[in-house]
Every structure is written in C-alpha cells, then in structure tokens.
C-alpha cells in the first residue's frame, strides 16, 4: 500500500509559478514510478507528467512541455512539480498517483493521492 498526499496548490496570476509537492508512505513508496494528472471542471482527468523510480526518464504532456518540470526526492519520499508560465487553462485540481510502470494512461495508476487545487486567474 502507498498513501500520497498533495501540498502546494493555490491561486496564482498567470505568467507566474508554483511547485506541487506529493508525499509518498510504505515501505516500497520509493519504488513507484510517479505521474501527476489534474482535472479541470465538466473536463476528464489528463495526464501532466510522470517520472520513473530513479528519476532518469520522465514524460509530459505536450500542454506543459518546457513549462513544468516534474522531480523526486526518494530520501524524502516525495515528488514535485514545478510549473512555471502558468496559464488559466493550467486550473484544475492536480493529483499525484503512483504505478509500477511509466505510463501516461491514469487506469494504469493504482494510488492516487486527494488532489490539490491549482487556480491562474488572467
């Protein structure tokens, strides 16, 4: 079992940054490959960026290519996302999940974390 918790979400003034963070539990958390998703509202959940257990690959979303970066910490337990440029359409609730392969698709992802709101106003 891994539990995940989200911090970090909050509203922001496009063109500027904030950083998600994700702590992991269990006794296994550092073995998971991580990925963030968020879901706008009336809109399905879509992937934003995944990493694998050792931080050597990573993927994203071509929406957020160049703007978010996504990191792990497995001394911490804990995954980032640094988004950057953000923009209006960035707003949605982020969540962090965990899977044992590096996937884009969501039904792969086994854990998921409660989720943390992100607003950009324009």
């Known amino acids: 079992q891994v539990q995940l918790v989200e911090s970090g979400g909050g509203w922001v003034q496009a063109g500027g940054c904030l950083r998600l963070?994700?702590?992991?539990?269990?006794?296994?958390?550092?073995?998971?490959?991580m990925g963030w998703f968020r879901q706008a509202p009336g809109k399905e959940r879509e992937f934003v960026a995944a990493?694998?257990?050792?931080?050597?690959?990573?993927l994203y979303a071509d929406s957020v290519k160049g703007r978010f970066t996504i990191s792990r910490d497995n001394a911490k337990n804990t995954v980032y996302l640094q988004m950057n440029s953000l923009k209006p359409e960035d707003t949605a609730v982020y969540y962090c999940?965990?899977?044992?392969?590096?996937?884009?698709?969501?039904?792969?992802?086994?854990?998921w974390g409660q989720g943390t709101q992100v607003t950009v106003s324009s």
């Open positions: 963070s994700c702590a992991a539990s269990g006794r296994t958390a550092s073995r998971y490959i």
């Open positions: 999940a965990a899977d044992t392969i590096l996937t884009t698709m969501s039904v792969r992802y086994d854990y």
């Open positions: 990493i694998s257990w050792s931080g050597g690959s990573t």
